[in-house]
């Protein structure tokens, strides 16, 4: 039955997040916006809260996210990824970068739960992983990956650099893609989970950045780094038909996530600006003549239409992991509509709320800031697109670059 | 022996069986779905037999309207239509590729769907959707989003028959929502025959930045009667239809919703002819000091708003159905044209642009029926039908300029239909009545 309305059985998670937000990351999240890969403390005592709740079987997170197997007749679910997408539009609403500082909520644990066996997420649970894959000389083109993983009895041993890892440093964990053999292309690249502080990896350099400040962005080389065989994720085996599929099937989970920060980030700044408009004697109805109503009402809307939008390819991409759909296509829609919404609607705001927008009276010149990566992580913009045409015109990436 | 209230499988197996007996289900090749669904629906456990002798049963005395009750949420996020209304989408999405697509162009040049599109749009039964049982009609629950998804598919065949043909349902809506147990008695019946009458929802006036929640027909009150001044502009089925439901201003009352006779003193008719939905019979309706009595006005202010913003939920649904058409062409057009040795569709900037085409369609229809669902739940959904209509208008027409754009000076001329959908396309943001979802 069609219904798009949030599940009642979430309200419950939904308004601790919201608490959350409000009561812990609110508060601090300008002093984390100016101290800079100062580590933000008050997020260890969150995080035995969100580990209690894990355990109780009530929080989601980013462990539980995979896509549920494929059974046409089963009765409609909404689980782990809606929960997920619910619960972290919350907290970016509160703040994106302290959400991503969230312990035991990385890139890497959502890799481990797609795409690790039972043994090994028995082993790596209640670990917080980051993931590395970008490498100074590749970004979106993953396959480019020159970080290598040679086999060597029991052990890989990993050489190569990784930049732009999220919550690299605080982290205890890395996901790492590396190529079993650079000639092979992308069948090679396979994913490791490496424990910090194994010999051979070292943390170069902490990123300074446009936005989300209180998130560290890390640096870390690999050199002769040995990683035990066992710590492999998915099948060692190069087989150049299925290709790329293991370590890709991972970002058609997070996709969804990564597009419900943009969710919450844009109705934070929506709902201050809205807000600043009535203080200033406008009253928003939206029964009122689109046409003769003033500019800032009307552009306001349609702005909420945009960021409406976002939320609910978001929510479907999400729907239809929970309920074995395969989503890639869904999830590239909502990651590239959520993503281009957050920075108009942030910059948006900034810009119409003048002074107060753009000076560090108010938080929406940070927002401004913050949105941008939630246009580039998890697969630019133009990455997104790129998948949907695929899918759309049936075309492969041979014929379509 | 008391009959068992008819359930939503009940509502589907007399559907069926309106369809069963239609040769327009041979037509479009439907026995074999009809026959599929019937048998899910018997694996039930209550006999078909007990709903032979209900239908068309004549109502005689209704001292109180017959209001049909709103279905009950299943409290999860859903995008599964019921088997019920998969039908319907697949019953009007034949109908769509089979008859008004091929239709369209001839339907434009009449200004008008021909007698055979009529006659097999009856045939389907979508005015019974809005009658309930006890009227003789097919209803047990209010569904919205039923009519959302029947325009829907209309939508992706040709705009302007789509709306011409939906606009007696509209005024079923209207009187099985809102209507008085006088006024369902009087009208509301004549719909459930063999062909409804024309009728349609008037609205649009003549003025610029419109606003269609303070009208610019007026109605002052006369002892027990009310004079109607004004004109109704691009009213679907305008042309045609023998009963108005109008849009006006009253002194006394503020906005409301009035039922007009086509043979009424003062009221005239004339075509008014537009850029688009040419296929839609549009109509210029004059009120020139015309009469009615207190009875006349259907329902109160909430209704008018509500009429207002279903009205809109409808335009979106057209807009959805239309702007998939245009995404299913290019589709095809980019990977068949060749340009430079290969597939337009092989450059990014060719590709990126059908990309958010698909994109923006897939929002516009999450966004439409999220409205209409609200309603269906007994949610208020007017925020939800304006950012959905304000989202539609904007990109609808985006993505008509763009399937105009992509196929370039083939675009551009009547060999193909892309350049009708960018006319009709342009009528989203314009249309805020005619059809009640």
Known sequence: MIQLEQPRKFKALINQAQQVANEVFRPISRKYDKAEHAYPKELDMLAALLDGLNASGRGAGAAGLAQSSGDADAEIRNGANMNTVLGLIELCWGDVGLALSLPRQGLGNAAIAAVASAEQKKRFAGCWAGMAITEPGCGSDSAAIRTTAIRDGDDYIINGEKIFITAGDRCDHV??????????????????????????????????????????????????????????????????????????????????????MAIGLGRAALERTRELLNRA????????NRWTQPAALAELTRLEAEWEAARLLTLRAAWMADNGKPNSLEASMAKAKAGRMVTEVTLTCAEMCGALGYAEDELLEKWARDAKILD?????????????????????SSQLK | MNKPKRDIQGFGLSLLNRFAGSETVDKLGLRKPAEKALYTASKASFGAANLANQQFRAVRNLLTPERLQNAPSGGLFDLTPTDEQAMMQEATRRFADELLRPSAADAESHREPSEEIWEQANALGLAQLAVPEKLGGAASERSVITSGLVAESLGWGDMGQACALLAPVGVANALANWGSAEQQMKYLTAFTGESPPDAAFAVVDTEVTPDPMRPRCLARQDGDQWVINGEKRLVPLGRFAELFIVSVDTDKLGPRLMLVEKGAEGLTRHADDSMGLRGGGLGRVRFDKVRVDNSALLGDDKTFADAIHLARLMWCSLAVGCSQAVLDTVTTYVNDRKAFGEPLSHRQAVAFMVSNIAIEVDAMRLMTWRALSRCDQGLDFHREAVLAHRFCAEHAMDIGSNGVQLL??????????VERWYRDLRAVGVQEGGLIA
């Open chain 1, 175 to 260: 996901v790492v893609w590396a190529s079993l053999d650079p000639s092979a292309g992308r069948a090679a690249i396979k994913s490791f989970v490496v424990p910090k502080g194994s010999e051979g990896m070292e943390l170069v350099r902490l990123e300074h950045k446009l936005g989300i400040r209180a998130s560290d962005t890390a640096t870390i080389r690999f050199s002769n780094c040995r990683v035990p065989a066992e710590n492999l994720l998915g099948s060692p085996e190069v087989d150049t038909r299925k290709g790329f599929g293991g370590v890709m099937q991972t970002f058609d989970n997070t996709r969804p996530v990564v597009a419900g």
């Open chain 1, 281 to 288: 004697g406008m009253s928003t109805d939206y029964g009122t």
């Open chain 1, 376 to 396: 580039i992580f998890e697969g630019t913009q133009q990455i997104q697109l790129l998948i949907v045409a695929r899918r759309v015109l049936g075309l492969n």
């Open chain 2, 408 to 417: 370039g000076g083939h675009g551009f001329v009547t060999e193909f239909p």
